[in-house]
């Protein structure tokens, strides 16, 4: 059975910092693409970011919003995939998913998605 | 940055009916569109991608069509489960981007 699990989330002041983890099981981590995508509450669904897979040497995209304060990575040894957040602002208050890719036709389509975990950025 | 616009917003509609959800790109994206289904208080579930394939599991209730800078999610036999908000999302291009969102709800 797939499963994303994702971990970190909580309450940080703005400027500040804050790791978020997914874990993944079920499947063969090293071979998707992940991404993360973001909900502020009562909005609607925003990309965050994408990591490719070893394949494509785990390069990443990132969305306007959070290109160079976000970082994503992964861990294939340990199934795992992160979202680094920095110098983070209140507009950044959102859950946060983990999602699955898989590939069709020269497009990754997301496929699978975590159950998220909140964040939220006040003082 | 390539936007996506749903229609409608929201709608209203009985047991039993067939309803239809457009999105619209603001450049051509060929097929490369996706469809997701999110219940209030949970994460998203994939239902459509490359405009028309459905997920594993997903009913043969939900279709999608169009290419291009149209494209429609149907859902046939509304059920109460089906009680949803509804998004298109393009992978065309970088960055990913979603449309507004469908609320779907029984009359």
């Known amino acids: 059975e797939v499963q994303l699990v994702e971990s970190g989330g909580g309450l940080v002041q703005p400027g500040g910092s804050l790791r978020l983890s997914c874990a993944a099981s079920?499947?063969?981590?090293?071979?998707?693409?992940m991404d993360w995508v973001r909900q502020a509450p009562g909005k609607g669904l925003e990309w965050v970011g994408r990591v490719r897979n070893r394949a494509e040497s785990s390069t990443s995209e990132y969305g306007a919003s959070v290109r160079g304060r976000f970082t994503i990575s992964r861990d294939d040894s340990k199934n795992s995939l992160y979202l680094q957040m920095n110098s983070l602002k209140t507009e950044d208050t959102a859950v946060y998913y983990c999602v699955r890719s898989l590939a069709v036709g020269g497009r990754n389509y997301f496929n699978f998605w975590g159950q998220g975990t909140l964040v939220t950025v006040s003082s | 940055d390539i936007q996506m616009t749903q229609s409608p917003s929201s709608l209203s509609a009985s047991v039993g009916d067939t309803v239809t959800i457009t999105c619209r790109a603001s450049q051509g994206i060929k097929n490369y569109l996706a469809w997701f289904q999110q219940k209030p208080g949970k994460a998203p579930q994939s239902l459509i991608y490359a405009a028309s394939s459905l997920q594993s599991g997903v009913p043969s209730k939900f279709s999608g069509s169009g290419s291009g800078t149209e494209f429609t999610l149907t859902i046939s036999s509304l059920q109460p489960d089906d009680c949803a908000t509804y998004y298109c999302q393009q992978h065309s291009a970088f960055p990913l981007t979603f449309g507004g969102g469908t609320k779907v709800e029984i009359k």
């Open positions: 079920g499947f063969t981590f090293s071979d998707h693409y």
